[in-house]
């Protein structure tokens, strides 16, 4: 069972030619076996995982805000590789990295134990049709491998804007004995999550957003 859909979507110009022009050298092929992260970077440094970062934009904010810490960001629309391409390109960002495929396949394939720092999920597809809910990324068996790909300390931080989603989150997430809440339920928003479009549209439309996070113990 699959978490996303595979969209066509339209993809620019500029997208594309990025997409052709530096994706041989910012990304990572998918590969059913362990990376080496620090040869993937080519330097030692942690690294945090930032899973659907849509077109990039708060993966490509962190990036130049953290330039001691490797980002890696995984995503399988094509468009908002292509974006995130771009971005890092003009900033002339050297420490991010990109893998186009099925996260979960990722995380369980190519992610060695304790090798994150953090692990970043904003604002996944919240599937809000009931029947559809088992489609819903955070589930328990998924935060169960998250969390083994943690180190100790290690964070993991969600946030959504779709309330029931957000409460699935909270039950999932305190049910994970690798985990523990930093906050006592739903965090204050962090003022190192960059703020995106997609999260301020979603406040003029009233909806409300929920930030968990929570540390490997």
Same mark, same amino acid.
């Given at each position: ?9 339209r993809?620019?110009?500029?997208q ?10 910012f990304?990572?092929a ?7 992260l620090?040869? @993937? ?7 945090v995982?930032e =899973?659907?970062?849509?077109?990039g ?11 001691g ?7 399988v629309?094509?468009p ?16 991010v990295?990109? =893998?186009q495929?099925?996260?979960?396949e *990722? ?5 060695p ?5 953090? *692990?970043?999920?904003?604002?996944p ?12 990324l955070?589930?328990?068996?998924? *935060? ?6 943690l180190a100790p300390?290690g ?7 779709w309330?029931d ?6 039950? *999932?997430?305190?049910?994970e004995?690798g985990?523990?809440? @930093? ?22 439309l ?12």
């Amino acid at each position: 069972m699959r978490s996303f859909t595979l969209r066509q979507g339209r993809i620019s110009r500029a997208q594309a030619q990025h997409y052709q022009l530096d994706l041989p050298r910012f990304g990572i092929a998918y590969r059913a076996e362990p990376l080496d992260l620090s040869a @993937c970077f080519g330097r030692q440094a942690p690294c945090v995982l930032e =899973i659907g970062f849509g077109m990039g934009e708060a993966l490509v904010q962190s990036a130049g805000a953290q330039p001691g810490t490797n980002f890696l960001g995984v995503e399988v629309h094509t468009p908002g590789v292509g974006s995130l391409l771009k971005a890092i390109t003009a900033a002339r960002l050297n420490n991010v990295r990109v =893998i186009q495929h099925d996260a979960v396949e *990722v995380v369980r394939d190519m992610l060695p134990a304790a090798s994150l720092s953090g *692990v970043r999920i904003f604002f996944p597809d919240p599937w809000p049709k009931k029947r559809h809910h088992k489609r819903r990324l955070i589930q328990a068996e998924f *935060v169960r491998l998250l969390a083994t790909r943690l180190a100790p300390g290690g964070t993991l931080h969600c946030a959504t804007d779709w309330a029931d989603y957000a409460q699935q989150m909270l039950t *999932v997430l305190s049910a994970e004995p690798g985990l523990q809440n @930093c906050a006592r339920g739903y965090a204050p928003r962090p003022d190192e999550r960059p703020r995106t479009r997609f999260e301020s549209r979603g406040e003029r439309l009233g909806h409300g957003v929920w930030d968990l996070l929570f540390r490997r113990i």
